[in-house]
């Protein structure tokens, strides 16, 4: 939603740091909606917060098992359509 002139002029920081963000900004002058945007946008994938592990210690290489096991499952139900 636009704001106006002087609430932009207020807020310039701000609303610079969201455009950044790659949310939309907008503003109002004389009736006339301005966006603001980044002249070169910055990839999604950089904004990519660490995750820390679901299971720290787990063995991973089990998984291969578990992973050979659904595929077959999967295989069984598929191939009863």
Wanted: net charge neutral; no cysteine.
């Amino acid at each position: 939603m636009p704001v106006n002139i002087t609430k932009f002029r207020r807020d310039l920081f701000r609303l610079a740091d969201q455009a950044l963000q790659g949310e939309p900004v907008e503003f109002i002058h004389k009736g006339v909606v301005f966006k603001v945007v980044p002249a070169t946008r910055t990839p999604k994938l950089s904004r990519l917060t660490k995750e820390t592990v679901v299971a720290p210690g787990a063995d991973l290489g089990t998984a291969d098992l578990f992973f050979k096991e659904m595929e077959a499952e999967w295989q069984k139900d598929w191939s009863e359509i």
